[in-house]
């Protein structure tokens, strides 16, 4: 089994920085361009698919259908990272959220 250090959520955000403009989060000009409402529902969704993999290889394993309990417990893991980075980027978005709304015009 092959262990990477980087999550998929991670590789995604990588990759559609260097599509968009630099500092710009756009939602989509009608091009066909990855918004940053785009981005993040991809993320998600990948996240949401680590954890139900996650389960899937648990749930395996209790049942008897497999022996691999060092796989399920990295998979366990890394979904619970993945879903911990998820809610730090949301933590950070939101307190920015905030940040913008204080600010005098």
Same mark, same amino acid.
């Given at each position: 089994m092959k262990i990477e250090l980087?999550?998929?959520m991670l590789q995604a955000m990588l990759a559609t920085r260097t599509t968009l403009?630099? @500092?710009v989060a756009e939602q *989509?000009? @009608?091009t066909g361009g990855t *918004?940053?409402?785009q981005v993040m529902k991809s993320a998600i969704s990948q996240v949401d698919g680590q954890q139900h993999a996650a389960n899937d290889t648990t749930a395996a394993v209790?049942?008897?259908q497999s022996d691999d309990l060092i796989g399920a417990m990295l998979s366990s893991q890394e979904a619970n990272l993945s879903f911990s980075m998820m809610m730090q980027v949301r933590n950070k978005l939101m307190s920015a959220f905030d940040d913008i709304i204080k600010m005098q015009v």
């Open positions: 980087s999550s998929p403009a630099p @500092g *989509g000009d @009608g *918004g940053f409402a209790e049942s008897g």
